[in-house]
């Protein structure tokens, strides 16, 4: 456990050490020293760090600290890109990103302190989900709620802003989660088979109906093709690991398709998303303003110029690119870091999504293994979405890279998101005792089987001798003598084994 606690450790360290070499050699190409501040707010960043790190070899020991080492490290390369930008615009935007680093490693410690047993947010899921709902259409309410962009998805606080389908994604992702384990059983079971396919039961279908009209709301109202996108993708991804059936996901990509479809013909900034797709290079649509293709072609040259090593760290142009230190951080990132460095991003993006799913695996709960599953899906398709949408795999929708992008509730919420995948290992990860494990209750299943079986061997032989006893007696009734089965040789077993060995009642 020592060494491992350690191995973790150096981990964070290695992350802070790579920082550093980026830090002084971006500052030393654009501004010739690191600006005093940020030297302050990175020692401050990195004492929280260490905290962390204590406090999950306190409060979780059994947890896999190798998801924040991690996070660590794509914050780093994103706060690093941020200052990039702000060196050529004049701005303090990463000033601000690391304030924001500083909160989201609070509420993380809070959460190792206080949430010894993550199945609690399973009692609260109806809760959940209406501070989910309430969060995700608050943007709707008048005098709060700001269009930025052609969407309407931020609430806006004096000259602060916020985006709270980053949090409403979570309370959903619990909702989910309990829901569906609730009701696994019913949706499990198939209906109709079409090919290949075992359609599930049209009464089942309530569930997706639900969550697409929710969906589609989303993409109606505020303008959002990205949150709907994800809202839907999250609950049919969960759905699938929930039940096993394919058909569940087909279903789920064919009702948002032809929603897709329908509200790219009907809402015009829907139509100018995949028209800029399709089309990026045509002069008509790269010149059209709204809904213009001038971004994308703009950071797609910005990905082309850093060929393979990159122009090195403040020695590109990173700013051409519109929104450079947000919506195309990846596209920056790419130009100075090149594809080894963009490829390095998505390595460690991939690890921390092969952590979640052998979390999923490994832990015996049901609704930990939807929980984890969901939150991890969330954010593989989050980048999916946002490396998709820069390099033309798909239209762009509008979300942010977690982790990396300039923006406070993002990165509160995507580290809320990986402190609760460390704590859910913890749960995974945590040995069995003997007596709760598997092989103990094979074992003790196959003592009370053998025992019932020798018990009742020997009362059909009792049995048998009575009636032979009887009938040598002359006329009178037969009489059979069952011995019961003795149940206080149950005594020194774990309950649960007794419980399997007697599924339909008591032994």
Partial sequence: MTKTRIRYLLQILFA???????????????????????????????VLFIVTWALICKFQPYANQSIMACVLMLTSIGILMIARCDAAMGTSVATRQMIWLCLALVCCDLLFVFMRDYRVLRRFSYVSMVIGLVLLLSPMIPGLGREIGGARIWIGIGPYSLQPGEFAKLFLAFFFASYLFNHRDQLAVGGKKLGPLQLPRFKDLGPIVIVWIASMGVLILQHDLGTSLMFFAMFVAMLYVATGRVSWIIIGFLAFAAGSVVAAHIFAHV??????????????????????S????????????????????????????????????YASTGEELGLVGVFAVLMLYLLIIAAGMIIAMKIKDGFGKLLSSGLVFTMAFQVFTVVGGITLVIPLTGLTMPYMAAGGSSLIANYLLAALLIIISNAANKPQSDELSDTFRMEALSVLRSRQRAEASSAANDAAVSSSTAANDGDGPITQIVTPINTHSYVNLPQRAVDDAHPGGEA
Avoid: C, K
């Avoid at 050490?17 to 960043?45: C, D, K, N, S």
């Avoid at 020695?315 to 947000?326: E, I, R």
């Fill in 16 to 46: 802070f050490a790579i920082t550093a070499i980026g830090v002084f050699q971006m500052f030393a190409r654009t501004e010739g020293r690191p600006p005093a501040t940020a030297l302050v707010l990175m020692g401050v960043i990195a």
């Fill in 294 to 329: 001038s971004q994308i072609v703009q950071g797609l040259f910005g990905l082309a110029s850093g060929g393979l090593m990159g122009t090195g760290l403040g020695q590109g142009y990173p700013t051409v690119t519109p929104l450079a230190n947000s919506d195309f951080i």
């Fill in 271 to 292: 139509g100018y998303r995949v028209d800029a797709w399709l089309h990026p290079f045509d002069p008509a649509i790269y010149s059209r303003y709204p809904g213009g």
